[in-house]
C-alpha cells in the first residue's frame, strides 16, 4: 500500500476514533488510554498530525479531508472494514458501545461507503458488549 494511503488511513482514524469516544460525552480513562496506545503521540507527530507541543497541525486539516474524499473510492471493502473495527474498538474500549457511539461508528461506515447490512454483521462477529439499551 503506497506511504500516502498509510497517512489517509492514519488521519481518518484518528480523526474517525476522536469524533466516537466523545460520542456519548463521556471520555473515560480506558478510552483515553486506547487511543493513545494506538495513535501514539510519536506516530502522530513523525506523520505531521500534530506539532512538537502535541497539538493538531494545519496538515491533519488537510490530510484527513484528503482522506475523506479518497478512502471511499480506494480502499477495498477489508481496508473498509478494518478501519471500522478501529473505530468499533475505540468506542467500546470502556466496555460498552453506547446508543451514540454506535450512530457514530454508522456515520463512519456510511462516509466509507459500506452497506449497512455489511459493516452491521461485521461488526455482530466483534465482541463489543452493548449497553442495555439494546444498541
Known amino acids: 500500500m503506497p506511504e500516502d494511503l498509510d497517512l489517509l488511513q492514519l488521519a481518518f482514524a484518528w480523526?474517525?476514533?476522536s469524533e466516537v469516544v466523545r460520542a456519548d460525552t463521556e471520555l473515560a480513562r480506558s478510552e483515553l488510554r486506547w487511543v493513545a496506545?494506538?495513535?501514539?503521540?510519536?506516530?502522530?507527530?513523525d506523520a505531521g498530525l500534530v506539532d512538537a507541543?502535541?497539538?493538531v497541525t494545519p496538515t491533519f486539516a488537510t490530510t484527513r479531508d484528503r482522506?475523506?474524499?479518497r478512502l471511499p473510492d480506494e480502499l477495498t471493502a477489508g481496508q473498509?472494514?478494518?478501519l471500522?473495527?478501529?473505530?468499533?474498538?475505540?468506542?467500546?474500549?470502556d466496555g460498552v458501545l453506547t446508543p451514540e457511539e454506535a450512530d457514530a461508528v454508522a456515520r463512519f461506515a456510511r462516509v466509507l461507503g459500506l452497506a449497512d447490512q455489511v459493516w452491521l454483521d461485521h461488526l455482530g462477529r466483534m465482541s463489543v458488549r452493548r449497553d442495555?439499551?439494546?444498541?
Do not use: Y
Open 15 to 17: 480523526h474517525a476514533v
Open 37 to 45: 496506545a494506538r495513535f501514539p503521540e510519536t506516530r502522530l507527530r
Open 53 to 55: 507541543d502535541g497539538r
Open 67 to 69: 482522506a475523506l474524499a
Open 80 to 82: 473498509k472494514l478494518t
Open 84 to 93: 471500522l473495527e478501529t473505530i468499533a474498538d475505540a468506542s467500546a474500549a
Open 132 to 135: 442495555e439499551t439494546g444498541a
